[in-house]
């Protein structure tokens, strides 16, 4: 299983993005991009990227039909992107298809992984506006126990579930949290949060942060911290 710190590109515009980027002069961070980016700038944002030398997590969370999915799939799959997602709502059969259109004709394909729960859902609103009638952590280890059952990679879930969705789904299924916090940084709008280090213990593979590094002072410096609590 490898292990990694993903920096969130949550930024506006391209031109944003770059000068970020072009701050790393030694090392070529694992980067996520979402929906904002994406939508503002379109594929030749992840083309532009990918040409840099990054790791590519596309985080735009498809949830449609089937065969959507798989046709949506193969089109990011030309992309070259290395993790996408899905909303693991979609079925069990939303998320072979979504596996079947990501596989290239050479067999390889990016790592899929199943958002399960959002964390901004809370237990009650789950309960009462979506009628599932069970409590968070057995929902969010039932969904990602469908993931795994479909072949999927492994899921995006908060740092303090990762343990959870281990003992389901086994050490092999990866998981990928954001949520991180430094000791002595500010919370921002995350409601729980967990340091690198201990993510790292608590069975996180792959840690997703955004603000830490990319509105701290020196973000090199920030991102070099985070990968020596996370890595050790
Ligand atoms: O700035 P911050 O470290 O909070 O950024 C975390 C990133 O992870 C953002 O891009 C946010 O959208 C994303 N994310 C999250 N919580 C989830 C899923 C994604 O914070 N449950």
Do not use: W
């Not at 469908?146 to 003992?167: H, M, Q, R, T």
């Not at 967990?194 to 973000?219: C, F, H, N, Q, W």
């Amino acid at each position: 299983m490898n292990h990694d710190v993903i920096i969130a590109l949550d930024f506006p515009s391209a031109a944003d993005v770059y000068a970020f980027l072009d701050r790393f002069q030694q090392e070529k961070p694992f980067v996520k991009i979402g929906m904002e980016l994406f939508y503002a700038e379109g594929p030749e944002i992840v083309r532009q990227i990918k040409a840099r030398g990054h790791k590519i997590f596309l985080d735009l969370k498809l949830h449609d039909i089937p065969n959507t999915v798989k046709s949506a799939m193969r089109v990011l799959s030309r992309l070259d992107v290395d993790m996408v997602n899905l909303h693991a709502a979609g079925t069990i059969d939303m998320m072979r298809a979504a596996l079947e259109g990501l596989t290239r004709e050479d067999g390889t394909r990016p790592l899929l992984l199943a958002v399960t729960q959002l964390t901004s859902t809370s237990e009650e609103r789950m309960q009462k506006e979506l009628l599932i009638n069970a409590t968070m952590p057995d929902t969010v280890k039932h969904y990602a126990y469908n993931a795994f059952i479909a072949g999927l990679d492994g899921v995006v879930c908060s740092p303090l579930e990762a343990a959870l969705v281990k003992e389901a789904c086994g050490p092999n299924f990866a998981t990928v949290t954001p949520g991180i916090r430094f000791a002595d940084s500010a919370a921002d709008d995350q409601r729980r949060v967990m340091t690198p280090a201990k993510a790292r213990l608590g069975g996180s593979d792959y840690i997703v942060v955004g603000r830490p590094i990319t509105r701290a002072e020196d973000p090199v410096a920030a991102y070099r911290r985070c990968v020596k609590e996370f890595l050790g």
